[in-house]
Each structure stands twice: as structure tokens, then as C-alpha cells.
């Protein structure tokens, strides 16, 4: 028997690979499905089931495609009401790998359909659990995703409280904990920095698992310090449940290389938007006038679905030369699959055809701390609330990134933005938005709050302990 867990930093994202005696299963894929299909030859193996724990809201799984190329029949839990061909499996019904079983454990509470799937091997022992979004290490999942008009995240919470304490702590303590996502995933808001754990650990360690806790305390529990989800979540959950195109479809269409004079065509003719994937470093020194900057070395798949609206959005990308089809993938992966192609030669091509280039002003921490002082500068911290709130600049005004199309008339135009964030990322990302969007007298801090701080110059806030947000 193997076990493997794939994880994806960009998504916080984990899927599984289980194997025996020629047999595979593959627990909540991402959209690209050749590494799981490679997996498997690579042992010889058919892949005969693809487990889904839930209908995913923060990335689009990869099930449909894995299920078209390998011939895997697609599994979900007890209610799961797929538009497409798949297998809907009993609460407690086995399914057999080889010589092991995958026992389905219905668990709502993160969404209704959520299941877990429990491990047992040759000798009839429960070896690992796949939880899914139902239990993360040092977390559960967040109860607000599947709300409907009947139904709370009260009512979620309750359900959630259930399916934990009468299907998940009730399995032996060494019985390993896999969860679906872990820290830095919007899915939870207390995840610790493991992605592997045990039964007994958890219940140890994990604030949601006390035995002492009621079901009141932990509907309160879980349900208090949730800010609303990022918009592109619902949407990802739609076409998870919906059927969506094949990725190789998406990168044919992605994939294609424009020369400038095509690459201006087609920005034309499709309203596209420009998304410069290089790093903010770059992308301040000079950029194609109106391009948004979200580069691929940060959390782009996620900042992409937080900050672009419309998943059928045209884009066109400016890469790092040869990462190109990483970008195109990276969107799908959150449902983006309207690339319409690249700029060959990237940003070089652009401006050895002489056309026109913006930049951003850019500054040291240490000119900030004279900058900040003159009568029209506004200082602008664009991260979340709970880094606000743990420590900022005294008189700096939060203005999170996360919510910055909806908040944009907090701004005005008569002013300078002296703009951070915590490193320098998504200051560059805020400020590419703005001035896209008519706000001309931005600056960014480079280093963000981490080098404002260790000038030692600068009043900030008295210290407190960070409160979740997520």
C-alpha cells in the first residue's frame, strides 16, 4: 500500500495517491490531471477511483478530466448531487483498492455533502483519515460556504460539531489525519503549519476538538472572526457541481504566443485584461500602461480569484520568459480559462518595439519615514485587518487588498498613497488596480511593513495578539 500526498503551496492545497496491488485512488485533484495519471504508470497501476470529499469552492478539481482519461468512476458522499456521471456512495460503504478499503464517513458541516475518507488495510486496521475541508491540522472547516436560504452557518456549525465528535474523534488515536488544505488556505482560519497529524494529536491540540466543549461553544467558536469569503469561491463550487471545459481545451487557448502587434489586436478587439505575472521588483521599473500586476511567485491563482470579478474575464499575460504555461494553468486551477495567449518575448519585446511604458515610484522605508510626513501623504496599509490590527503604522489608514474593488470609494484623488503591505507583493498589486483605475499619486514602500518597522523610526501601534480573520 502507498500513500502520498500531493500538496500545492500557491492553493495550500492537498490531493492523495493511494495505491494497491495495481490499483489507485485519487483524493480531490487539482485541474491539471497528468501528474496523477503519470503517477500511476509509474507503478503500474489503474486508476480506479476518483474520491471527491466535497463539491471544492477555492479551486476547480480536476475529477472530470481524470475520470474522461483514465476511465475512473467519480465518487462523492451521501447527498452530492453532481450534473455529470458520478457515483454517489452510501454513508459506511466500502470501496476496495487492491487489498485495501476506503470506508466513506459522511460528514457535513463544511458544506452538506462533505465526506471523509477512512483507510483501512489488509489487516481490517483504520490507518488513515482523508478529511477533506471537514478537519485541517489545528482547525475545521469554515461553516459559511453552503449557505443557503434555509440553512445557516449556525446550522452548519452544528452539523459540523456533530459529524466530528461522532465520526472523527471516535477513530483510534494513532489513525493519521490528512487534510484537504493547509495554513495560508481561506478555507479555515486557525490552520497550523502541518498538513499531516493523528486522531489523538488533534484532539490534543486542536482548539475545535476539546472534550469539553459544548455544542453552543463551538458553534460560537467557529463561526466568530469570519470575514466574507473570497468572491470567486461560490463560483468554483458551481462548476465543480456543473462540469466545466477540459484544461487541455484551456491551454490550446492559452497558450498561444502574440507578437506585439497581435498582442495589441487582440487586447483591442477583446477588451482583455492585461496580467503582468513577473515580479513586483520588475513590474515597478516599467510596465505596458493599464496591466494589473499579480505575479506567479506569490499566491496568484488565489489573488487572481479574489481580485478579477468575472471568471469568463479575457486575459492576455506578460510572463517571465518560459512560464508561460504555468501561468495558464495556475488560472484554470480557480476557473480562470479565458487566456486568450501570451506576449512572445515578454515585457523585453514590448519595449524593444519602442511602445510606451509606465512605471511606479518606488521607496526605501527609510524615505517613507520623511515621506509620511508631508501634509498630503496618506499612509496605506493594504493588509488584512488582523495584521492591522496585531501591529501598524499610527495614523496609517487599512485599506486590505482582499476587499479593494468594493472599497474603492474610501479614496480620494487630492492625495499621495505611500502604499505597503507586509514584504512589498501585494502593495504592487494594489497600487497596479488604482492607478488602472484612475489613481495616479500612488508610491510604494518596498520591504512593506517589515522594513518600516526595522528602521526603529516610525510610531506604530502597541502589540497585540493577532486575532483570526479567516
Partial sequence: MKVEQLYTGCLAEAAYYIESEGEAAIIDPLREVAPYIERAESDGAKIKYVLETHFHADFVSGHLDLAKKTGATIVYGPTAKPNFDAYVAKDGEELSIGKVKIRVLHTPGHTMESSCFLLIDENGKEVAVFTGDTLFIGDVGRPDLAVKSDLTREDLAGYLYDSLRTKIMTLPDDVRVYPGHGAGSACGKKMAKETVSTIGQQKQLNYA??????????????????????????????????????????????????????????????????????????????????????????????????????????????????????????????????????????????????????????????????????????????????????????????????????????????????????????????????????????????????????????????????????
Fill in 209 to 470: 476538538l476539546r472534550a469539553d466543549m459544548t455544542r453552543e461553544e463551538f458553534i460560537r467558536e467557529v463561526t466568530t472572526g469570519l470575514v466574507e469569503p473570497p468572491q470567486y469561491f461560490p463560483k468554483n463550487a458551481v462548476l465543480n457541481r456543473m462540469g466545466y471545459e477540459s484544461i487541455d481545451a484551456v491551454l490550446e487557448r492559452g497558450m498561444r504566443p502574440l507578437s506585439v502587434s497581435e498582442f495589441e489586436a487582440v487586447a483591442e478587439a477583446s477588451e482583455a485584461l492585461v496580467l503582468d505575472t513577473r515580479s513586483e521588483q520588475e513590474f515597478v521599473k516599467g510596465y505596458i500602461p493599464g496591466s494589473v500586476f499579480i505575479g506567479l511567485d506569490g499566491q496568484f491563482a488565489s489573488w487572481v480569484g479574489t481580485l478579477i470579478p468575472d471568471l469568463q474575464q479575457p486575459i492576455l499575460l506578460v510572463c517571465p520568459p518560459g512560464r508561460e504555461e504555468e501561468a495558464v494553468t495556475r488560472l484554470a486551477r480557480v476557473g480562470y480559462d479565458n487566456a486568450l495567449g501570451y506576449l512572445e518575448g515578454g515585457f523585453a519585446a514590448w519595449q524593444a518595439a519602442g511602445k510606451d511604458v509606465e512605471s511606479i515610484e518606488s521607496i526605501s522605508a527609510e524615505t517613507f519615514v520623511s515621506r509620511m510626513k508631508a501634509p498630503n501623504a496618506v499612509v496605506l496599509d493594504v493588509r488584512r485587518q488582523s495584521e492591522y490590527d496585531t501591529e501598524h503604522v499610527i495614523g496609517a489608514q487599512n485599506f486590505p487588498l482582499d476587499f479593494i474593488n468594493k472599497n474603492m470609494a474610501e479614496l480620494r484623488q487630492n492625495v499621495q498613497y505611500l502604499v505597503h503591505c507586509a514584504g512589498g507583493y501585494r502593495s504592487v498589486i494594489a497600487i497596479s488596480i488604482l492607478k488602472n483605475r484612475g489613481f495616479d499619486n500612488m508610491v510604494n514602500v518596498e520591504g512593506g511593513f517589515k522594513a518600516i518597522k526595522e528602521t526603529g523610526k516610525v510610531a506604530l501601534s502597541e502589540y497585540r495578539e493577532q486575532i483570526s480573520e479567516l
